[in-house]
């Protein structure tokens, strides 16, 4: 199912709209709650050339999605989010950058049944590449704002999530998953015990610095070892501004090097 928003929640939302890849998409998120940056625009960077179909889990208002259709001609993605009003949102995002030819939103959970998914058409072995950047926070550290909370905080659980990505890839499908570092060990449990051609990105804020980040790629159907790359560097020694290819990456002039991270 596709999920139609109201018109007075698209003019309530759409006025304040982020710029994403250089100004290529335009993205409303809540005023408050958890708003997508960085992690989703690297997420929706890492797909490899040639995707066709993509699900993105968890898709919050779209973003990740959104930069992988916007860097991809020919794909076309389905993004599944639990949150009704960020669903909408989601499809309000999808009008506006004019994707609606491209892109499908359900509503349903991340980590929903089997016959759950089937229900809303959402098949097994349907996908090219799933992606997911699920929420990240210790239980108890809840965010007061119930949304923000939603998209941030889990109880470190993270197999269901991978469970449902392998599910839904295809026989020789990615998935690609970016979360904090802390959650490296149950991200690698999850997808080793699934996938095989694990590889593993660290994501560090500036050169020396310990990783805050990993992006975690397997393959489905595949037994060959993993791969720890080098760091992906945020950020130059000092200052604000963003290193190569971090920069071009934000600026939609480039996609994710996961041979070449430095």
Not at 77 to 82: G, I, K, S
Request: some cysteine.
């Amino acid at each position: 199912m596709s999920v139609n928003q109201p018109p007075e929640f698209v003019k309530r939302q759409q006025p304040d709209a982020d710029a994403f890849l250089g100004g290529k998409l335009s993205i409303a998120q809540p005023e408050k709650g958890f708003r997508a940056g960085l992690d989703s625009v690297l997420l929706g960077a890492s797909l490899p050339q040639g995707t066709r179909q993509l699900l993105d889990l968890g898709a919050g208002a779209g973003v990740a999605a959104l930069c992988a259709l916007a860097h991809e001609e020919g794909l076309e993605a389905t993004m599944v989010e639990n949150n009704a009003e960020m669903a909408m949102l989601a499809a309000a995002n999808v009008e506006a950058n004019s994707f609606t030819h491209r892109a499908t939103i359900l509503k349903i959970s991340a980590t929903a049944t089997g016959a759950e998914r089937k229900a809303l058409g959402l098949g097994t072995d349907s996908f090219d590449v799933v992606i997911a950047n699920p929420p990240y926070f210790d239980a108890g550290t809840h965010a007061p704002d119930p949304a923000r909370a939603a998209a941030r905080h889990t109880d470190g659980e993270v197999s269901g999530w991978v469970r449902t990505a392998v599910s839904c890839a295809h026989a020789k499908g990615e998935v690609i998953f970016i979360h904090v570092a802390q959650a490296l060990p149950q991200l690698l449990a999850a997808f080793n015990s699934r996938m095989g051609a694990i590889t593993v990105l660290p994501i560090a804020p500036r050169p020396g610095m310990a990783a805050s980040r990993v992006l975690v790629r397997g393959r489905k159907g595949s037994k060959a070892p993993m791969a720890l790359l080098p760091p992906l560097i945020v950020h130059g020694e000092t200052g604000s501004e963003y290193a190569e290819p971090v920069r071009s990456i934000l600026r939609g002039e480039t996609r994710l090097d996961w041979q070449d991270s430095k």
